[in-house]
């Protein structure tokens, strides 16, 4: 399908939310052909039953067969499509895909190059992992939340893109690669056990090294980088918008400092933390004195690290997302472009996102099966009607 660095890479996704189907995309984004696996029944999850139809971003470049794995005959298909799959991906507690039978040990006994992708929010073991949860308890276990908030306020929610995205489904497409490259040196497959937890704990490798050596206090909002220093937080202007200041180094400070017009305050004073209420209370009287355009257009052609803070309607429209193609339009749906970028096997968008069963006809046609068997299987209640939606 794509022409990505993967192109000519098969994978098996069962459907799922939030993470897995993550990994998917960025799966089919680089070029994969990624067959989703549905429920015959209830249609398919989509990214979290939050949305359905082309505005589902997150399962775009796929195509969808909607199947009843509760019947010998379903889960039997599933097992013909791992046949000649390179990756399954699945997202299910532990023990559900060895129920439905459809496990590691059916899979890899039938193609044993075949990577095995596991998703769950705390892992295949564990004392909790059976217990049912989302991102946010993930990232709380991690320490992650604990660490992500104000002085003296609750911790905040990072969206969900710590343990769902960033720890969940980007650790699941990077581990599948990786096996992948290790298939191709070994001829052997393996199983790839992605836990949210695990990867939101990984995320915060830095902050777990600055602790050690007490450069990162327990006292959320007063360190570094959760706005405890105020030349790293954000800043209201004068017009209702918010501007992103972070000039860590100490000669970006000083251009701050100098655009600014703020002179009375030592820029090598920067890291001693009894200047900080000072600094923090002038930055913000500067900036509440300006509009947010105004102080984009202050700090436009030096190194002072300081930049709007733009709306999702915002962000496609700046000047360097549009030059750099960072989002793309798809059926009216503004979305990210595929990422990252390939010199010699350039990534595109290929097909948009399907509806549960969509493509179930001619998936089963590349499986080598007649018209009439198909058939057969639609009225026994096995697939759906070939080639619509179930």
Not at 187 to 216: E, K, N, T
Not at 252 to 262: K, N, P, T, V
Not at 314 to 320: I, L
């Amino acid at each position: 399908m794509g022409s990505g660095p993967l192109s000519g890479i098969t994978v098996v996704e069962m459907s799922a939310i939030g993470p897995g189907p993550f990994a998917g995309m960025m799966l089919a984004d680089l070029g994969a052909e990624v067959t989703r696996v549905d429920r015959l029944t209830g249609g398919g999850l989509g990214s979290g039953h939050l949305l359905s139809g082309r505005a589902d971003v997150v399962s775009r470049g796929r195509r969808s067969i909607a199947v009843d794995l509760k019947s010998a005959q379903g889960v039997e298909l599933v097992l013909r499509l791992v046949d000649s799959a390179d990756v399954l991906i699945e997202g299910f507690r532990p023990g559900v895909m060895e129920r439905l039978g459809l496990g590691p040990q059916a899979c890899l006994s039938r193609n044993p190059r075949l990577v095995f992708g596991r998703m769950t929010g705390w892992g295949q073991d564990g004392p909790l992992a059976g217990a049912a949860g989302h991102d946010i308890n993930y990232i709380a276990v991690s320490g992650a939340l604990g660490a992500i908030g104000r002085a003296g306020q609750r911790p905040v929610p990072p969206l969900n893109l710590v343990g769902d995205y960033g720890g969940g489904g980007m650790l699941l497409a990077y581990g599948v690669v990786a096996a992948l490259l290790s298939a191709t040196r070994t001829g052997a497959g393996q199983v790839v056990d992605a836990a949210m937890v695990d990867g939101a704990a990984l995320l915060m490798a830095q902050f777990y090294g600055m602790s050690a050596v007490g450069r990162w206090t327990g006292e959320r909002g007063t360190n570094l980088l959760d706005t405890g220093a105020p030349f790293y937080d954000v800043y209201p202007s004068g017009d209702g918008g918010y501007l992103a200041v972070g000039p860590l180094e100490p000669a970006f400070f000083a251009i701050l400092l100098d655009r600014l017009g703020i002179l009375d305050i030592d820029a090598a004073s920067q890291y001693d933390p009894a200047s900080w209420p000072a600094l923090r209370h002038r930055l913000t009287t500067e900036f509440a004195a300006r509009t947010r355009a105004d102080a984009e257009a202050l700090f436009a052609d030096v190194d002072g690290c300081v930049f709007p803070v733009l709306s999702l309607s915002e962000a496609p429209r700046h000047p360097h997302n549009v030059a750099r193609g960072t989002f793309v339009t798809r059926e009216d749906v503004v979305q990210p472009a595929p990422a990252p970028r390939f010199s010699a096997t350039p990534t595109e968008l290929t097909l948009p996102p399907p509806a549960a069963g969509e493509h179930t006809g001619a998936i089963l046609a590349g499986l080598g099966l007649s018209g009439d068997e198909v058939a057969r299987l639609h009225d026994a209640g096995v697939v759906a009607s070939a080639g619509s939606p179930s």
